[in-house]
């Protein structure tokens, strides 16, 4: 059976049996309904996992009660599947394409339904620009949100494809901690700590939480490492009853290089010269020149407020200050289809290096009501949304800085990084001020919820002495799900985004316009009665505008002509069968661009199983799974610069397994996990601008977990 549809079918045939599918674990944990299960032995459905006033949808309503297509991972998700990045955590989310550049290490690149979908940390953007901050590590985080599709209501100018919240661990009431080591593949060691501390008789007013990270690690590519520290301690006060107060900081230094080599076509996705092949994961860059250094600091409070039974604020603010050392050398470029080495394998070195930072002050402060009207009953969101960021890069670059064999390369002759940096500029800085007024009403009236919001947007980029942009924008979403007999809650939604496109329309003399994004979305929810377990199918149609026009467009009455469309549908469950665990998930994507052509780095199916069983009896403590992900073909397209003909690269799908082996004993923990246990070999994506991106090699990773 092909690889697609043994994955397909295996998913499917979990969904659509009876017991259901469902990712949980903890009998003390959150629930996601609230609401008992006839039948059940746990009064209860468990899904590790719920929504918070500072998750993603900024509410703690059920994901089954909510009229859009939601996914979690959480922290016993990153160990058990043996994530080592946000990348990898969401490998088995419907929907999202995890590693669309294959293994990176100067950030995270997630795309949520086709589309780039940008970070947030507590309900706050997190990322701004590109490379100026270092990546967020999973050890300091409770859970990974998806929202999927358009989310301006809630969150401002932003992608149609969705959005990734992070949730960083806060303070609890129980004094508990642990001491985790770390070994694995190309000599990855790390030592964590994650020390939570409340105030003996007075545990709910005052706890303090302390997680600590020290890495020393090379990777899959020669002369790459990944060294970080982090230091994230976290305090929370109540001094009157109704009131709290959380202070998050984070301060994180990373060393490293980039994993991502831009490996020429020709001798990988291409014949190279007599048939010789390229090491995919050869190092092209020069080891005394390359670095991607970032260091940052995060401050974050997060204030709650109760008025009264029925009327709440809350508030999170954040202050932000990122920079980072970023040197890279690569095989230059000479345009779509055009051989980037000779015949003897030589390129030309191209050198860069950037001084980048990023800045952001930013606050969403929001009054909450919980009340009815009649037979209505109400939870009303009314906010303000201000953010203000400050970006620079002075950047250089030296095209012509020697050659490189890609068959053998050897990296003498490399310019010095003072030789480089003669040629630095410096950079514009650039100014984004953006404040936003919303409301959002959510309506029960029996079975029946219906969700309606509208926000407006006032959005300023500015240029130090250079042109200032304004844009507004209003957005809107509504949504209807209805809690029906068996569990089953059918759903439609619709909502809208809009991203600010900074420049001049030569065409109309008038500034761009935003790009708009709408999604329409109809799906079920289902919770069987009587099984822990969480159903989610649902089918969208987005559609993005103001685009720039198709190359087939000549002579139009602007330059955003274009449209770009992404339809599909998503099915993703979870199930904990007495010690069985099980996920799975399978999306199908039909995306087109302008020019009535497949996203880039895009496949159209994506397939995953995961499935752990924890024994009982003699057995005890001991836990063994893993899983199954598959990932379609993508392409990439572009008009050749040699014939002027349309050029397109396409790269084969590949089926990946994963193993994870634990075992719990007193205060200890022991895990093994395997990622890519087979080490199959592929590349992520080709760009016709002719350069390729492999795949996370086999990883192997063991874990000691000390508890006090």
């Excluded at 009953?377 to 950047?395: I, N, P, Y």
């Excluded at 407006?456 to 809690?483: H, I, M, P, Y």
């Excluded at 990932?631 to 040699?642: F, L, R, T, W, Y």
Aim: hydrophobic share 35%.
């Amino acid at each position: 059976m092909k690889p697609i549809l043994a994955a397909t079918s295996a998913t499917l045939a979990l969904i659509l049996s009876t017991p259901a599918l469902a990712q949980t674990v903890d009998p003390e944990a959150s629930t996601e309904t609230g609401d008992p299960v006839d039948g059940a032995e746990d009064p209860t459905i468990v899904v590790t996992g719920s929504l918070t006033d500072f998750g993603a949808t900024k509410s703690d309503t059920p994901i089954v009660e909510t009229a859009r297509s939601i996914s979690i991972e959480t922290e016993q998700d990153f160990e058990e599947k043996g994530a080592q990045s946000l990348d990898d955590a969401l490998t088995y989310s419907a929907g999202v394409t995890a590693e669309p550049y294959g293994f990176s290490t100067r950030g995270d690149f997630a795309q949520v339904r086709g589309l780039d979908a940008p970070e947030y940390r507590d309900n706050l953007q997190y990322l701004f620009g590109f490379y100026n901050t270092t990546r967020q590590d999973i050890y300091t985080l409770e859970q990974v949100e998806v929202l999927k599709g358009p989310a301006s209501v809630l969150y401002g100018a932003g992608s149609p494809g969705g959005i990734i919240n992070v949730v960083t661990k806060r303070p609890h009431g129980v004094t508990e901690g642990e001491v985790r080591f770390d070994y694995g593949s190309f000599d990855r060691k790390q030592i964590a700590t994650d020390i939570n501390f409340a105030v003996p008789g007075a545990e709910d007013k005052a706890q303090f939480r302390f997680v600590g990270i020290l890495r020393d690690a090379d990777t899959q590519i020669d002369e790459v490492n990944d060294d970080k520290l982090v230091i994230a301690p976290a305090l929370t006060l109540r001094p009157a009853r109704g009131t709290e107060f959380t202070i998050l900081a984070n301060y994180s230094d990373q060393d490293s290089d980039t994993a991502h080599q831009f490996l020429p076509v020709t001798g990988t996705l291409l014949p190279g010269p007599g048939g010789q092949e390229i090491d995919p994961y050869e190092y092209m860059g020069a080891p005394d020149f390359n670095a991607y250094n970032t260091e940052s600091f995060a401050l974050t409070l997060l204030f709650e407020q109760q008025l009264s039974d029925a009327f709440s604020i809350e508030a999170v603010g954040r202050y932000v200050d990122s920079q980072a050392d970023y040197r890279q050398a690569w095989i230059a470029f000479q345009g779509n289809g055009v051989p980037r080495i000779d015949a003897n394998g030589n390129g030309t070195w191209t050198f860069y290096l950037a001084d980048n930072r990023s800045e952001q002050l930013a606050i969403d402060a929001r009054l909450r009501g919980e009340f009815s009207t009649g037979p209505i009953d109400h939870e009303l969101l009314v906010g303000v949304q201000r953010q203000d960021v400050f970006t620079d890069s002075d950047t250089a670059y030296l095209f012509d800085g020697g050659t490189l064999n890609v068959f053998d390369p050897t990296y003498a002759g490399a310019p010095t990084v003072e030789q480089v940096r003669q040629l630095q500029g410096n950079g514009p800085r650039n100014y984004v001020d953006s404040t936003g007024y919303y409301i959002s009403d959510q309506m029960s009236l029996g079975s029946l919820v219906a969700t309606a919001g509208v926000r407006f947007d006032d959005v300023t980029n500015r240029v130090e002495n250079g042109a200032t942009q304004k844009d507004d924008a209003t957005s809107l979403s509504f949504g209807v799900l209805w809690r029906g007999p068996a569990g089953i809650s059918p759903y439609v939604s619709y909502a809208e985004s809009f991203e600010p496109v900074v420049g001049i329309d030569t065409i109309t003399n008038q500034q761009l316009l935003p790009q708009e994004g709408r999604q329409y979305e109809a799906g079920i929810k289902w919770q069987p009665t009587g099984v822990n377990a969480l159903v989610t199918v649902s089918a969208f149609d987005i559609e993005v505008s103001n685009l720039p026009n198709p190359n087939s467009l000549v002579g139009g009455d602007s330059q955003q002509e274009g449209v770009s469309k992404v339809r599909g549908i998503e099915a993703e469950a979870n199930a904990l069968i007495g010690g069985l665990r099980l996920d799975g998930n399978v999306s199908y994507l039909d995306t087109e661009d302008p020019n009535g052509l497949p996203l880039t780095s895009i496949s159209d199916w994506q397939a995953s199983l995961f499935a752990l069983y924890n024994f009982g009896g003699a057995l005890d403590g001991l836990s063994f799974g893993g899983g199954v992900r598959y990932v379609g073909g993508n392409e990439s397209n572009g008009i050749s610069a040699v014939t002027n003909n349309l050029l397109t690269y396409r790269v084969d799908g590949r089926t990946v397994g994963d193993l994870s082996l634990g075992y719990d004993f007193d205060r200890f923990s022991l895990r093994v996990t395997a990622r890519n246990i087979t080490n199959e070999e592929y590349f992520a994506v080709c760009l016709v601008r002719g350069d390729c991106f492999p795949g996370e090699k086999r990883s192997i990773n063991g874990s000691l977990t000390v508890a006090f």
